[in-house]
């Protein structure tokens, strides 16, 4: 079992930034890669950016440029710095670790960008 929690999110007016973190714990052997994932009211969850253990990164399209994914893995946490903020941004955002033999998820953190 892999436990993942997430802090972060938050507030934030349009062209700002926030920085979310997802510490994982339990069997983090067991896991080849974490990233992020997003679902906005009405609509279907979707990948914002994911990192394997060797560090090869994959990003939406929307996102790409201003957000970036990092992992400490001294720490078993991933980051996603979240830079030029849209309202269209506005979601639950839900940490996501691929494990041996399945993955799991964080208990979501809420980013709102309004003015």
């Known amino acids: 079992q892999v436990q993942l929690v997430e802090s972060g999110g938050g507030l934030v007016q349009p062209g700002g930034s926030l920085r979310l973190s997802c510490a994982a714990s339990?069997?983090?052997?067991?896991?080849?890669?974490m990233g992020w994932y997003r679902q906005a009211p009405g609509k279907q969850r979707e990948l914002v950016a994911t990192?394997?253990?060797?560090?090869?990164?994959v990003y939406a399209g929307s996102v790409k440029g201003r957000f970036t994914i990092s992992r400490n893995n001294a720490k078993n946490t991933v980051y996603l710095q979240m830079n030029g903020l849209k309202p269209e941004d506005k979601a639950v955002y839900y940490c996501?670790?691929?494990?041996?033999?399945?993955?799991?998820w964080g208990q979501g953190t809420q980013v709102t960008v309004s003015s």
């Open positions: 996501r670790a691929v494990a041996s033999p399945t993955g799991y």
């Open positions: 339990g069997s983090i052997f067991s896991i080849y890669a």
């Open positions: 990192m394997t253990n060797g560090g090869f990164t």
